[in-house]
């Protein structure tokens, strides 16, 4: 095979797609907090009503098979892409609360679009028997970029003081002149199968919309409560916390790539039951916990949980039709972010009266997580989405 053809593959493009992406969103989010409030003065309210913002997009992606009629996957990623990176590149133009609201919003699009598309073009390209391993490559590779996004804005802005609105512009720029790239260097590739240009819901795909549900409800406590529970209970600084964000990333880039080699080896039911079991212990003990160490411990220990997910993928990839997936990606997308919109508001409520209730509920997703997996095959296939009484006397016999 030819070098060009060999670089030029889907694989790369889509691990190229997996570094610009949370190269570009992760200044976005690092340098948020401050930005809105030194130079917008945000208050609570407006930083809440711009977190809802940013998730409505996340909530309408099952429209993305709308826009799929006018478009193809591949050049819509590559747009979403650069949607991403111009919002970005204009957050610091605009500090003002309806100039940041705008901003998001083209930001958020761009990017929940992406992530949909990007999923869907995923489980498309890469065989079934190699997908667990890609997508552990692609969690290793948006590491390395949220490390570089991490440690270039600490060069820039504490040593050379970089403004907001230099760093914003620099970021969305460098990504947006990369997807240009990327969209005139890489060819066409043919999608396998064609793919419905409808809004689906099947009832063999109702496991998959369960787990994909819970998945986003136990990812909003963490990425809403657990970390607030580092800086409210155990008074962690910015340092501490971005300290904890890099372990994480670094332990992500070392050993996410195995972790998908290793479900790409066991079953997705095992791989899904060890996570939810896993969760339940590590949400009951951040409701116990009282040592800052140890719950920095568990923080780094759930946020490696997070790459187990991928087993949901390959499942859904196991039992879908092949002209089903673009569309059910949306329709996955949307179900995951009804979490988002919900859990952070009725949680917030709820870590008023008592912080530990929020994280007893997430262990309480964790079990019902944990009894829909009762109902996953051990060798999921087209024809074997649930498991019956049948196929579980073959398991017992092989």
């Known amino acids: ?225 657990a970390g607030f529970l580092m800086v409210e209970k155990f008074h962690y600084s910015v340092t501490d916390v971005s300290a904890l964000f890099l372990i994480n990333y670094v332990f992500n880039w070392l050993f996410a790539a195995k972790i998908g080699q290793f479900i790409g080896r066991v079953s997705e039911r095992s791989v899904l039951r060890f996570e939810y079991i896993g969760l339940t212990i590590l949400f009951v003990l951040y409701g116990l916990v009282e040592n800052a160490n140890i719950a920095a411990v568990l923080y780094v220990i759930d946020h490696l949980f997070f790459a187990l997910a991928i087993a949901i993928k390959t499942y859904f990839q196991k039992i879908a039709l092949p002209e089903d997936i673009a569309a059910s990606a949306g329709v996955s997308f949307s179900i995951n972010h009804i979490a988002a919109v919900l859990i952070p508001a009725l949680l917030g409520m709820v870590w008023i009266v008592n912080d530990s209730w929020v994280f007893y509920i997430g262990a309480g997703f964790a079990c019902c997580s944990l009894l829909l997996t009762l109902f996953m095959p051990y060798a999921p296939s087209l024809n074997v989405e649930f498991r019956t009484k049948e196929n579980a006397l073959v398991e017992q016999v092989l």
């Open 1 to 225: 095979m030819p070098l060009r053809t060999k670089l030029h593959s889907p694989e790369n493009l889509l691990l190229a797609m997996a570094f610009i992406l949370p190269l570009v969103f992760s200044v976005w989010m690092a340098l948020l907090n401050n930005f809105v409030v030194e130079r917008a003065n945000f208050t609570g309210v407006e930083i809440g009503m711009l977190q809802s913002l940013r998730e409505v997009p996340g909530f309408l992606a099952f429209t993305v098979i709308y826009v799929l009629l006018f478009i193809k996957e591949q050049k819509l990623a590559l747009v979403a892409l650069g949607l991403t990176s111009l919002g970005v590149a204009a957050t610091g133009f605009f500090p003002t609360v309806i100039g940041l609201y705008l901003t998001t919003i083209i930001m958020s699009v761009g990017f929940h679009y992406f992530e949909t598309v990007n999923q869907s073009l995923t489980l498309q390209w890469i065989d079934k028997d190699k997908t667990a391993h890609f997508l552990g490559r692609a969690l290793s590779v948006k590491s390395i970029a949220s490390l570089l996004a991490f440690s270039s804005i600490w060069l820039l802005m504490e040593h050379f003081a970089w403004s907001y609105k230099a760093t914003y512009l620099l970021f969305g720029g460098i990504a947006l002149v990369f997807t240009i790239a990327l969209a005139l260097s890489f060819p066409h590739f043919v999608p396998p199968a064609e793919q419905t240009r409808k809004l689906i819901l099947r009832k063999r795909y109702i496991l998959f919309y369960a787990l994909t549900f819970f998945s986003g409800a136990r990812r909003q406590i963490f990425v809403v409560f």
